[in-house]
């Protein structure tokens, strides 16, 4: 049966974190009142929030994003935060007028509207329309989907479905929490500026759907549970991030890493993006809650799948692209995209290589174990070891139930097959029955399925259907 929400009024945001089953079937989650969305207003006005109502929100909206450029030019950013080995790096300047809201399927592929003339996409049609499909079987009420080539930037799936009203490019819109996906920032930061490891042991107890001040102090008698860092993340164990940020790590120095992996600055894409939303509170206890997920921070599905590549890519950026060139009315090439994907470092090598190790215990043994294998325990992409992580969190005030998945497969190569991160978010209501790791999951099914590897079938659009129709 669908599961639905049961509200916990003032009782402040409610994070979720269990290794709990993934697949339609699992027991619903407590909801509470809206705290994340508070953030959204500049830190200089921003309270700690509490149980009280949801703060509005100004946070900036795509029809406000910075201007795309012409669409002839090849460049128009030299930040000074985009650095390769000698100096700054420029990075190709959004296209004029490109919708990706808009785009279609005609004889030579996917292609989109820009002022310069119609946009040839990466996006590989077939994927495309397989993952589209899979968000439309699920009857899902929000979801977008980002399919990445790691080595290349080359975007293979950009999927936004709405079960209802306007289409917008959700893969774009960065209005959801981070949730859990944020302790992927917090590790980094553990490894780099407190030198942690995936094998720092951790004592905890309390933390499953809330954090309080009693949770953060170290009481032998009651914790009674022991984890690694590396466990913490495959099982989302919040205590144990908002214990050791706490206890190693200041604002400044979780804030700098945030940046580095690209929150509170514009994703350099061919389309416009929303900004990431980022605020790293002083105050211990809502510190210690911001490094475990809980809120302060917003999100794209994009700058998710971007977060991912980097831990794939040893460490380095990759700028995501999805044109492949522009043609004009007349037939006439008037851009192509640049050759070789824009760089610089986010974190060191052995940061990603330790933070690989930490991701894999998110499918191999933690909140995604049951999405990636059946009922008998047989992993749906056989060989195929996948890094990830998971994201859940609950505004009971409008009724939305937030989840992540975002990660990168294969971890260790395999001969003629090429790595890809893959970013998923859906937004349920207070009835649901499939979480964004299932979505990941029957994604990456289609894409190695695609490359003939040994034992991954594609999912069965018809099965879902009809699993639905019999519970409908």
Not at 8 to 13: A, Q, V
Not at 57 to 74: K, Y
Request: glycine fraction near 8%; hydrophobic fraction near 45%.
């Amino acid at each position: 049966m669908p599961h639905k929400f049961a509200t916990m009024r003032g009782t402040g945001l409610v994070a979720v974190a269990c290794a709990c089953a993934a697949l339609t079937g699992v027991a619903g989650v407590t909801g509470a009142r809206s705290a994340w969305l508070w953030m959204h207003r500049a830190p200089s006005a921003a309270a700690a929030p509490n149980a009280g109502t949801p703060a509005t929100t100004d946070a900036p909206s795509l029809l406000h994003a910075e201007p795309a450029q012409s669409v002839l030019a090849d460049v128009d950013d030299t930040r000074p935060e985009v650095f390769g080995g000698g100096g700054p790096v420029p990075v190709p300047a959004p296209l004029a007028g490109l919708d990706l809201a808009k785009m279609k399927r005609d004889g030579d592929g996917l292609a989109a509207p820009t002022e310069a003339g119609t946009a040839r996409l990466t996006v590989d049609p077939d994927f495309q329309q397989e993952t589209l499909d899979l968000l439309t079987a699920h009857r899902l009420p929000e979801a977008a989907a980002v399919l990445m080539d790691v080595a290349t930037g080359r975007v293979l799936v950009y999927a936004s479905h709405l079960e209802k009203g306007v289409p917008r490019d959700l893969c774009a819109e960065a209005k959801a929490p981070s949730a859990s996906v944020f302790k992927i920032v917090t590790a980094a930061a553990l490894v780099e500026d407190a030198h942690l490891g995936p094998d720092t042991r951790q004592c905890y107890s309390g933390g499953e759907s809330r954090i309080t001040a009693t949770d953060l102090l170290d009481n032998p008698a009651r914790d009674r549970n022991c984890t690694t860092l590396a466990g913490a993340m495959g099982r989302s164990i919040n205590t144990v991030f908002a214990r050791l940020a706490g206890g190693h790590l200041s604002p400044p120095q979780l804030d700098a890493m945030a940046r580095r992996f690209g929150y509170g600055q514009s994703v350099p894409f061919d389309a416009p993006v929303e900004p990431s939303a980022l605020h790293v509170p002083a105050d211990p206890l809502d510190f210690a809650r911001t490094a475990a997920g809980f809120w302060n921070s917003t999100l794209s599905p994009l700058e998710a799948v971007e977060i991912s590549a980097i831990v794939a890519r040893g460490g380095e950026t990759v700028r995501p692209s999805i044109v492949d060139r522009v043609v004009a009315p007349s037939g006439a090439v008037v851009w192509t995209a640049p050759q070789g994907p824009v760089s610089r470092r986010a974190v060191s090598r052995e940061t990603a290589e330790q933070l690989t190790a930490m991701m894999d215990h998110t499918v191999s043994e933690g909140t995604s174990r049951h999405a990636f294998h059946d009922g008998r325990g047989r992993a749906f992409l056989p060989g195929i070891e996948v890094a990830g992580k998971t994201g859940t969190l609950t505004d009971a005030d409008t009724q939305r139930y937030y989840t992540w998945f975002t990660g990168f497969a294969p971890v260790n190569p395999i001969a003629d097959v090429r790595q890809v991160a893959v970013a998923v978010l859906v937004v349920n209501g207070p009835r649901w029955e499939v979480k964004a790791n299932v979505i990941a999951r029957d994604v990456l099914r289609s894409y190695f399925a695609s490359q003939s590897t040994v034992g991954v079938t594609r999912p069965s659009i018809a099965a879902i259907q009809k699993m639905h129709a019999r519970r409908h």
